[in-house]
């Protein structure tokens, strides 16, 4: 059993991405070849915005983003507490300071009642991360950074497909940005990302800052990045994007299986009013974490934990902390939360036995 089975998924479209792979190859542009602007023109119409700006990754989407809003050292951005390192890292890199709100116990999203309170004079942003395949709550979060006048990100590096009040994950927001790392909900053979706008001048900048600054070759207007989508992750994608619905509707499908068998005494996860998830992950909660993963590893059961450590506890973000602010919610999520395997190819027989698995655990734990 695989946690996410890249192999399975190569095998039900072996003929498509084997094509699309060749032909890559036999045109030899490897780099900026035509794929990648037709893959750009796809997730555009897609995720239902104007501009699509690929990059090298779903960590230099977000610091693209940054660059592009000018976020100068001593400014602020809001960052939830738990959720992987990637935008309060590169909010540090660009030596400004990552202000963290703890999250929501129902969604696992940033606790929008907790936003305003972070707010200062300094802040110059709020980056919503959409957690394990469900929107942050972006109409709340819009409508307090537009009253401080303030930038929005999305963070959908494990949200792209997924609904928020009929609007796709990227259209949500000032700026929006995704991973294809490979085990995305779409994902590529490798590192890749993506940046989706509606700004027309955000797009024309963010074109430059990943090609060195330059808006024609050697001539550079900006200090910019060398970040790339390379033409066969492109023509990879395309391939996929075209059976991205299929797969969403099998991993909602076997999200409810998961629901429907998995014993009493764990905390399941919800999909809140006008959001549809993908499933990125499926994170249950369970007091007893740390002897469950053992346990489940020792019946052939892969499985993760994200995220053992809240980010305000990060020793990379040391002295920058929040004082007396407990980030309870998140702290309670890194000791009890347990990611089981989640992927559109799983089969029913594979959930049953985890399902049972964790039964046989809960009972061996009385």
């Known amino acids: 059993m695989q946690f996410n089975d890249l192999q399975r998924q190569y095998n039900a479209y072996k003929n498509e991405i084997d094509e699309a ?8 542009r490897y780099i900026n070849g035509e794929e990648v602007a ?32 000018d976020l100068q050292p001593g400014e602020e951005v809001i960052c939830p507490a738990f ?3 990637s935008p309060a890292s590169m909010t540090r890199l660009l030596a400004a300071t990552p202000v963290f709100v703890d999250v929501s116990p129902l969604d696992f ?43 929005t990100i999305e963070d959908g590096a494990q949200s792209f ?42 797009a024309e900048k963010l074109r430059a800052l990943k090609a060195h600054g330059q808006t024609m070759r050697y001539h550079h207007q900006l200090i910019g990045l060398n970040s790339r989508l390379d033409t066969i992750q492109a023509a990879v994608l ?43 992950q499926y994170t249950i909660g369970l007091p007893n974490r740390d002897q469950a993963k053992e346990y489940l590893d020792k019946r052939g059961i892969p499985t993760n934990i994200h995220y053992p450590v ?21 702290s309670l999520l890194s000791e009890t939360v347990l990611s089981l395997p989640m992927h559109a190819f799983l089969t029913i027989e594979e959930i049953r036995y985890i399902a049972q698995s964790l039964q046989d655990f809960l009972k061996h734990e009385k």
Request: aromatic letters at 8%; hydrophobic letters at 45%; a negative charge.
């Open 21 to 28: 792979i060749q032909q890559v190859l036999n045109s030899s």
């Open 38 to 69: 037709l893959l750009e023109a796809e997730l555009s119409a897609y995720v239902g915005v104007k501009h699509t700006i690929s990059c090298a990754s779903g960590t230099d989407a977000l610091l693209l983003s940054l660059m592009a809003l």
């Open 83 to 85: 959720s992987f390192i």
């Open 109 to 151: 999203n940033i606790d929008v009642e907790k936003i305003e309170a972070k707010i200062t004079s300094r802040t110059k942003a709020i980056i919503g991360v959409s957690l394990f395949g469900q929107c942050a709550n972006f109409e709340a979060i819009n409508a307090l950074a537009e009253q401080h006048g303030l930038w």
């Open 161 to 202: 497909g997924a609904d928020f009040q009929s609007q796709k994950s990227g259209s949500l927001t000032d700026l929006a940005t995704t991973s294809f790392f490979p085990a995305k909900p779409l994902g590529c053979y490798g590192d890749g990302g993506a940046i989706f706008t509606n700004n027309d001048v955000l």
């Open 238 to 280: 395309r391939v996929k994007l075209k059976h991205l619905d299929e797969e969403i509707k099998a991993r909602q499908e076997i999200a409810g299986i998961y629901k429907q068998l998995l014993p009493q005494g764990i905390f399941l996860p919800e999909v809140a009013a006008a959001h549809e998830s993908v499933w990125a």
């Open 310 to 330: 809240p980010l305000p506890f990060q020793e990379a973000f040391a002295g920058i902390g929040e004082g007396a602010d407990s980030f309870e919610v998140a």
